[in-house]
């Protein structure tokens, strides 16, 4: 419901692709309230090309750093409840599976959020009424939990940070179904071409007042006026037949366009062309999901095995039930240029030679099998105007280390602060959205494009074992041997929290 009484800077956001960022942004708007006007809501309408959401296996894994926007978003309880929760990560030789490093992060489940790097008070400040307003009425309930943790919980206290796992096709099922609930228009269908601006730099009203926005139809002009400043996109809707049906433009005056269209994002095509600085790396990595018995040979949670040729990543996906062993991602490298088919007819191969057990087929159920190119890629900006990018449409990097959609994550509730800050008139806009691109760039820049890279040249034996300092640290603060207790490994892990970037120190108090 909007609420007409307060004029507001912009009066939608529109939001390309109901991927995974799209639709935690559309679920954070939404929620978002204001203490003046608590009956009303950021208006939000997602425009997506297909008629349902992706259902190919790729990511699983959400890292510690974005766990605080799930919290906020109201989603942390279903996802543990859908997904698991993963404690032990091993890096291992390949032939013996020797161990060669690791990590137990059950110190990460009882964290306090306030004072870690990045987290607003919004978040840590949760279910005690000290936040920035985003409803709090599924934490504050505790997920079930009564007695000291719910009351952890209502101070604040008390959040479980470790690497939380959901399959995406379920994660996006469960983050639509959260959307519709909440009243957030899904079109689908319809597939964005292009965007552009409506009146950028011929309005001169000062930021915050938002003009006469109270005056205005939804999309109607501001009569006597020039053209306000917006953004809008040209979409195609196609029929079930996928027939074009109609071509047109959506959004204009007062809207705000957000392109969460992923890796070949029309949005970030129509601001820089094919302009995407970076580099594709010269290997294919296959992804598939496989019930095979990993604890058979007591392997971990999640499990890296560093060789140049067969390294792979094991990793939990699914419990074991009554039927069927754990259910495991298994992601391996393999040469770049072959078919899909070439590279299904060379698995059974793959699996033999490389999986502890040396399994033919019979021992194991390949569900699904998908080849993937890795990128390093970086939008020259994150941001022209009243246009922004988030998550794959505005950077990519390689799987390796789960840090892509956890970065675009990252993204999503940076910008959500962002616009909230603008909407309430905390934030001045100009300056508010121009540190959004120039944060976000910084933190892929300096952590998550190095990071990514080092995690794939670890895995895939281009770097020197020896001299590797992510294994030493890990043995520097192992709790079995030194390391202070478990305190040292759980900073290290924590340190992760670095990608965030907290805007809300920009609002105006
Ligand atoms: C094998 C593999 C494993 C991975 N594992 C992990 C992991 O464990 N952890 C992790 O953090 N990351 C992982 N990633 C990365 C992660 O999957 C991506 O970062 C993530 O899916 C990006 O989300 P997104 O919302 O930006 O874009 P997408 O997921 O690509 O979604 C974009 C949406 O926009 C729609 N769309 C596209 N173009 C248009 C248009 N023109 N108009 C309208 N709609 C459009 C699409 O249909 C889609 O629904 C993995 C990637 C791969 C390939
Ligand atoms: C809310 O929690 C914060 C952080 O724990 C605390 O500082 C504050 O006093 C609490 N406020 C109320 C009203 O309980
Ligand atoms: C794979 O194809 C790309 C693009 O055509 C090419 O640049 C690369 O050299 C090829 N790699 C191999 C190993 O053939």
New binding site residues.
């Given amino acids: 419901m909007i609420d007409e009484q307060q004029p507001r800077p912009f009066k939608r956001v529109l939001i ?7 639709l935690l942004l559309a679920l954070l708007l939404s929620k978002h309230t204001s203490p003046s006007s608590p009956s009303s809501r950021i208006p939000v309408t997602i ?4 008629h349902e ?2 259902s190919q ?7 510690t750093p974005c766990i605080p926007e799930f919290i906020r978003a109201g989603i942390i309880d279903k996802i543990r409840e859908r997904g698991l929760v993963l404690d032990t990560m091993t890096w291992r030789k390949p032939g013996t599976f020797e161990e060669l490093g690791g990590f137990d992060a059950s110190g990460l489940r009882d964290v306090a959020l306030e004072g870690l790097e990045g987290v607003p008070r919004g978040v840590w400040g949760l279910g005690n009424g000290t936040g920035t307003g985003i409803e709090t009425e599924k934490e504050t309930e505790g997920g079930g939990t009564e007695g000291t943790e719910g009351a952890k919980k209502k101070n604040g206290k008390g959040q479980d940070m470790r690497t939380h796992c959901l399959v ?1 096709q379920d994660l996006l099922k469960l983050m639509l179904e959260e959307c519709l609930e909440r009243g957030v228009e899904v079109l689908w269908r ?4 292009g965007v552009g601006h409506t009146g950028l730099g011929t309005r001169s009203k000062e930021d915050g007042k938002g003009g006469k926005g109270g005056e205005q139809k939804e999309d109607g002009k501001e009569e006597g006026k020039g053209e306000e400043k917006g953004a809008w996109v040209e979409v195609e809707v196609t029929g079930d037949d996928g027939e074009v049906k109609e071509s047109k433009k959506v959004g204009g005056e007062g809207y705000i366009v957000v392109g ?7 949005v970030r095509k129509g601001l820089f062309g094919d302009e995407f600085p970076g580099f594709t790396w010269d290997r294919t ?1 296959i ?1 598939t999901n496989t019930y095979y018995d990993f604890d058979k040979f007591g392997w971990s949670d999640a499990n890296f095995i560093i060789d140049p040729e067969n390294f792979f990543m094991a990793a939990r996906i699914a419990a074991a039930t009554s039927t069927h062993p754990a259910l495991y991602r298994i ?1 391996y490298g393999e040469v770049p240029n072959l078919t899909r088919a070439q590279y299904l007819s060379r698995q059974p191969f793959k699996f033999q030679s490389m999986l502890p057990g040396h399994p033919t087929p019979d021992k194991y159920q390949l569900i699904t099998l ?1 080849p ?1 190119r890795m990128h390093q890629r970086c939008a020259p900006s994150f941001r022209v105007g009243r246009i922004l990018l ?4 505005a950077h990519l990097c390689n ?1 390796w280390g ?7 994550f990252v993204d999503v509730g940076g910008l959500y602060d962002c616009l909230a800050g603008v909407w309430d008139g905390k934030a001045d806009e100009e300056e508010i959205l121009g540190l959004y691109s120039e944060k976000r760039i910084e933190k892929w820049k300096e952590i998550i494009n190095p990071l990514s890279q080092e995690n794939f040249r670890r895995v895939s034996g281009q770097a020197d074992l020896e001299g590797d300092e992510f294994l030493e640290v890990l043995r520097e603060v192992d709790p079995k041997t030194k390391g202070n207790g478990g305190g040292a490994l759980k900073s290290v892990l924590l340190g992760m929290m670095g990608v965030r970037y907290d805007f809300t120190r920009h609002y105006k108090r």
């Fill in positions: 390309v692709g109901a991927g995974p960022s799209g425009l997506e090309a297909s959401v992706d296996p790729r990511a699983a894994h959400y890292g995406l319809h597939k964005v071409l969460a269209d992923g890796a070949n994002s029309a990595i992804a992601t998908s993937y988030v998550a794959d449409a799987p789960g840090l892509g959609i956890t970065g675009g």
